[in-house]
């Protein structure tokens, strides 16, 4: 009963910014952790970022920490991910998902809910 839809992604040069943005509809948004995984070509997918149902705490995946910054507004129904200082191993198709679940998860197998990508190309 929930469904994520991913935007905001495109082509753009290194060193470049983008926020993407996750927009989600069904009930108890507000409850629910997100996460922001990614599938780069040749690689399987992994974690990138996570925030808590209140927007109070969030966690980064190493590779990314420093320059992606993941933000909620559950007003909105929406949780951003704003990538900073892209490079172009992030190059990748970047999901969104979300779980009811208490923590901070950072595996797939964790989430219930997924939404259907969105492509961050990173010219070099």
């Known amino acids: 009963q929930v469904q994520l839809v991913e935007s905001g992604g495109g082509l753009v040069q290194a060193g470049d910014s983008l926020r993407l943005s996750c927009a989600a509809s069904?009930?108890?948004?507000?409850?629910?952790?997100l996460a922001w995984f990614r599938r780069a070509p040749w690689k399987e997918r992994e974690f990138v970022a996570v925030?808590?149902?209140?927007?109070?705490?969030?966690y980064s995946a190493d590779s990314v920490k420093g320059r992606f910054t993941t933000s909620r507004d559950n007003a909105k129904n929406t949780v951003y991910l704003q990538m900073n200082s892209l490079k172009p191993e992030d190059t990748a198709v970047y999901y969104c998902?979300?779980?009811?679940?208490?923590?901070?998860?950072?595996?797939?197998?964790?989430?219930?809910?997924w939404g259907q990508g969105t492509q961050v190309t990173v010219s070099s």
């Open positions: 925030i808590s149902g209140s927007g109070d705490s969030t």
């Open positions: 069904g009930r108890a948004f507000s409850t629910a952790v």
């Open positions: 998902a979300a779980t009811s679940t208490r923590g901070l998860p950072t595996t797939t197998g964790q989430y219930t809910y």
